[in-house]
């Protein structure tokens, strides 16, 4: 099999070829940042709102945006063409470089590692999706930037593994009492017609897919707030939803080992896949290539 093509700081090289230093900060204190961009038909869906969050987070480190918006397009779009034609999802990687020796201090005068890599997505059918995923709560370990996309990602690794341990697909976690995010989505819950989610803090990744589907809501004038959700709450939702730029939106049928709802994925949800799916295909139509 063609190894995947990788673009590692100024170079398009294959996947197995891309070597780091083991004195890269990302690597010795997870001191970086990402993203992770879906791709469909060869477009890259939200690509400028995904860069504006990757500067956001770099800032959020202290860190300088080492391309501009036209050359993160020219190294990705590159990325997706050498990959091939299928729906892909790209990974970009952003740290702080590559020290002289290991101290906690910044180094001064380094160079960003800038790597980017591309995989293979499969976009599923409504049928498909509709099948839906069980979720449990836990207990928040992360820190208090969580509005960060860091590469210092062990608090969710752990998390996550403990709802995958536990027979889960997803874990919801729960900081003093309230929802916050998934390990590895955002989330919503239903009740009495309106979307809800929990609003942007420090305590959550502000989602771009959370952010188009509040849109969509918008726009179809579909009723939607956001604010504070607790634990007890989430246990008297119609419907539960996560979602992220890998999975779009989900449906939850079961959280804790209950149904959510009547078990089965719910109507609003089903409206809601439609127009995401509509808006995934407008937007890979109208942007050429
Ligand atoms: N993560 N919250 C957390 C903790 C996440 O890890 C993610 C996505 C999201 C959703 O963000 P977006 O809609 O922009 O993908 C929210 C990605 C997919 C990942 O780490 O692989």
Redesign the pocket.
Known sequence: MTPRTAYLNGQFLPLDEAKISPLDRGFLFGDGV?E?IPVYNNCLFHCEA?IT?LNSSLAGIRMIPPLSYPEWETILETVVEKNGKEDQWLYIQVTRGIDSIRDHQFPKHVVPTIFVVSYPKTRLTKEEQSQGICVTAITDIRWKY?HI?TTA?LA?VLMYQEAKDAGFDEGIIINNGYAQ??????FFMIRHGVIMTPPKTPL??S????DCILSLAEKNKIPYRETKISERDLQKADELWI????RGVYPVINLNGHAVGNGKAGPLWERMWTLYDAEVTHFSLSVSH
Request: net charge positive.
């Open positions: 990402y992770v995904h969050r969580c996309k990602r969710y995010e998934g390990t590895t989505s955002n959550l990744l989602g771009i897919t959370r979602t992220s730029s890998t």
